[in-house]
């Protein structure tokens, strides 16, 4: 585990996200702690430990992103709504398969499912949520919408892609992680490229990684 003050160039990591509607339209919620990631602001981590800086290498804190997706398998079986690569920066502490860091921002986004949170269920929703996707029934206050739906929505509220991905599921990621996961590393691989050269403002960056995100999306 290495400490990476202040990289010079952001790093690109999977993640998933659940969404809850906490009147500002949907937003994307970090799934183990309740936290928001506000539309068109950098998420900043805190530390509930009291690490004055943010990620500790000592600590668990900080916003999570792995390099591939066999962490996420279970995140995704507990009912998550999306998978996307985020931009990490500022305090950054690497470890063997992903990253934990200051700061955050999505870069592409595929929307799994529909499903809305309570915003007051806060974590007790987890295991709601796990028996309303293996019943397909929202339960309690859970909200279901259509991915195509969230997807146009947080494309418009965050400004990043986001494609609607009803076909990703915690068994197609599990049979990724296993076969090495091509079109997922493409899109994490063109994902990092444009931040490393500080391209994804560019129109042919952002057109690449979208060309890789459909290629996943055909793929699931
Ligand atoms: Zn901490």
Redesign the pocket.
């Given at each position: 585990m290495t400490l990476v003050p202040d990289v010079a160039s952001p790093v690109a990591g999977w993640r998933v996200w659940t969404v809850a509607d906490r009147g500002r339209g949907p937003e994307l919620v970090s799934p183990v702690r309740p936290m928001s990631w506000i539309h068109r602001e950098p998420a900043t981590a805190t530390?509930?430990?009291?690490?004055a800086a943010?990620?500790?290498v000592?600590?668990?804190?900080?916003l999570y992103a792995t390099a591939g997706l066999a962490p996420l398998v279970l995140a995704c079986r507990r009912g998550a709504a999306v998978l996307g690569c985020t931009a990490l920066w500022g305090r950054v502490v690497e470890h063997t398969d992903g990253w934990r860091g200051e700061h955050g921002y999505p870069l592409v986004l595929f929307v799994m499912s529909g499903l809305l949170l309570d915003p007051v269920s806060r974590i007790r929703s987890t295991r709601r949520v796990t028996s309303a996707v293996r019943h397909g029934l929202p339960s309690g206050h859970d909200h279901v919408t259509g991915p195509e739906t969230l997807a146009r929505e947080l494309a418009r509220l965050y400004a990043v892609p986001a494609h609607p991905a009803p076909g990703l599921a915690a068994d197609r990621l599990r049979g990724w992680a296993r076969s090495g996961g091509q079109a997922a590393d493409a899109v994490r691989s063109e994902a990092a490229d444009g931040l490393a050269g500080r391209r994804l403002g560019d129109p042919a960056a952002h057109a690449r990684l979208a060309r890789r995100a459909q290629e996943l999306v055909d793929a699931a």
């Open positions: 530390c509930l430990e009291g690490c943010c990620p500790s000592e600590c668990r804190c900080g």
